[in-house]
């Protein structure tokens, strides 16, 4: 049972543009959402995450928003740089429960120069 | 280097033997996870220590997969009699329980011919 459900599937951006990668969830209870960046050949490395009770977090170029009725979240990337060439995942917790991670299927980025 | 070391990062091996792989997650996390990724998935949850305390395994982790924490340090993950299907990057993360995001090693990458 897919509980975390990720579009698009791949995102091609040029230089300097936004990135939007979207997630959205069913399980009600899920209270931790982070999203993690992958290069190839390493593990996940956390980017930024949210709590549903806020609408929106920012870090440097990176923003989560929420919006916990439509069980939705996502992640805009400002100023993309081929740097951020990446595959990225969103996820979701329950923190009482272990905080074990579904994750969605991941976006392949690509920041074109 | 103070991250998640995990060990090997490849191992190729024939179908039906047994495989180990060790993770050393960051020394003062007391939770260690380990996940399963194949190519172009996001990671599936498989187990989580707290301390030396196996809390969770999912129904993913079949008979033939068992994972032990001694002294609360140190993971190892065995499978035995491997199968084709066992091909995967297997990821160890580490964090220092609620409230805390993840630290993901590098993996290893498990091929069964």
């Known amino acids: 049972q897919q509980q975390v459900k990720q579009s698009p599937q791949s995102l091609i951006v040029q230089k300097g543009g936004i990135s939007i990668i979207n997630c959205a969830y069913e399980n009600t209870a899920f209270d931790y959402f982070p999203w993690y960046q992958q290069f190839p050949g390493k593990g996940p490395a956390l980017l930024i995450a949210i709590r549903p009770d806020v609408s929106e977090k920012k870090e440097g170029r990176f923003t989560i928003s929420f919006n916990k009725s439509a069980k939705q979240f996502s992640l805009h990337i400002m100023d993309s740089q081929p740097g951020d060439s990446a595959t990225y995942f969103c996820?979701?917790?329950?923190?009482?429960?272990?905080?074990?991670?579904?994750f969605g299927e991941g976006t392949q980025l690509t920041v074109n120069p | 280097d103070t991250g998640v070391s995990q060990d090997p990062r490849h191992k190729i091996t024939k179908r039906g033997q047994n495989v180990t792989f060790r993770c050393d997650p960051i020394s003062e996390h007391n939770r260690l996870y380990w996940y399963r990724q194949t190519l172009g998935q996001g990671p599936e949850f498989l187990t989580y220590?707290?301390?030396?305390?196996?809390?969770?395994k999912s129904r993913l982790l079949s008979d033939r997969f068992s994972a032990e924490r001694p002294k609360g340090s140190f993971s190892t993950l065995e499978i035995q009699r491997t199968e084709q299907g066992d091909s995967a990057m297997y990821l160890c993360?580490?964090?220092?329980?609620?409230?805390?995001?993840?630290?993901f090693g590098s993996g290893t990458r498990l091929t069964v011919v």
């Open positions: 996820a979701a917790s329950l923190e009482a429960s272990g905080s074990r991670l579904t």
């Open positions: 220590f707290q301390n030396e305390a196996q809390l969770e």
């Open positions: 993360a580490s964090s220092l329980g609620l409230g805390f995001g993840y630290t």
